[in-house]
């Protein structure tokens, strides 16, 4: 039995959108995950860092649990599939769950707004009407959980040195040249530090914790985005990478709904993909499932 975590997930949520505005303030960027996997494939530096700090939260994570994370309960052929599905769709509709639901809502994006109905109905549905092996929801845990403690200091003190860095850029920026000059080391570390803090606060679960997550992450995203995201100028360098509208067309609502398909299929998403592959090492259990599901998504994402 699973059971729904709402503290956990409620402050998870809060934790959540921290790194994502860390990383905005910062480097310009969307915390997109698969976008952040899709790029990685195609060999760029920075989202590689992002995709590794993921992976060592999760590394983390199973150093102090001391396992690796719930094995997939389905078959490998599903496992494959729900990945496939995962890579495609993200890849067709430009965004996921952190790059549509919590950026993309934060910003009053339609385009995300539609994303977000489509994919969550599209998982809602198939994990209804598909045979699923996801564990049933036991009684309600309003515990922070045995490692909640550590777990939660160690975000503080991730949060507190991004949070240290953006001030002392901000006070170093005197002016506008030096608010575009690049500061690739300084970029690389952000993105490595935004997706441990990030993988720290994150759940893997498709189950009613979710509410919870976003209750939690929603409305801290859009109070940061809406009235602390500042000049719109990265701190440190490059370009400002936020989007401004686009379009809704048959290609975004498909890839939405396709995701949202392999999101229902096992229950799981990018962001937790890469944190349980970082469990799975130090955990010593389940990194063949999950290898077998990132593989999926890579590959999707190619054929898209």
């Not at 494939?41 to 719930?70: Q, T």
Request: net charge positive; charged share 10%.
């Amino acid at each position: 039995m699973s059971s729904p975590t709402p503290i956990q997930s409620f402050i998870g949520g809060i934790g959540l959108s921290l790194p994502v505005h860390a990383l905005l303030l910062l480097n310009g960027d969307v915390f997109g995950i698969s976008g952040f996997v899709h790029r990685t494939v195609l060999g760029r530096k920075e989202p590689a860092f992002a995709v590794l700090g993921l992976i060592l939260g999760g590394a983390y994570i199973g150093l102090i649990e001391g396992h690796g994370p719930s094995p997939f309960q389905h078959s490998f052929g599903r496992v494959a599939l729900s990945g496939l599905l995962v890579g495609l769709g993200s890849k067709l509709s430009n965004g996921c769950t952190s790059g549509h639901m919590i950026c993309g809502l934060s910003r009053f994006s339609l385009r995300s707004l539609v994303a977000t109905l489509t994919f969550f109905a599209t998982g809602v549905i198939t994990s209804q009407l598909l045979p699923s092996e996801l564990p049933s929801a036991d009684i309600m845990d309003w515990s922070l959980g045995p490692n909640g403690r550590v777990l939660l200091a160690t975000q503080v003190v991730v949060s507190a040195l991004l949070g240290s860095l953006v001030t002392t850029s901000r006070l170093s920026a005197n002016d506008a040249s030096a608010l575009q000059k690049p500061h690739p080391i300084s970029r690389l570390l952000v993105y490595l530090a935004t997706g441990f803090e990030f993988a720290l606060a994150l759940r893997s679960s498709f189950d009613p914790s979710l509410a919870f997550l976003a209750a939690g992450a929603l409305p801290t995203s859009i109070i940061l985005y809406q009235f602390f995201r500042g000049s719109e100028r990265p701190l440190l360098g490059g370009r400002w990478s936020i989007p401004k509208g686009g379009l809704i067309d048959m290609k975004l609502i498909w890839g939405a709904a396709v995701f949202g398909a392999g999101w229902g299929l096992a229950g799981i998403c990018p962001g937790p993909g890469l944190v349980n592959l970082g469990r799975a090492i130090t955990g010593g259990s389940g990194v063949l499932s999950v290898a077998i599901w990132l593989s999926g998504v890579i590959i999707g994402g190619l054929f898209a």
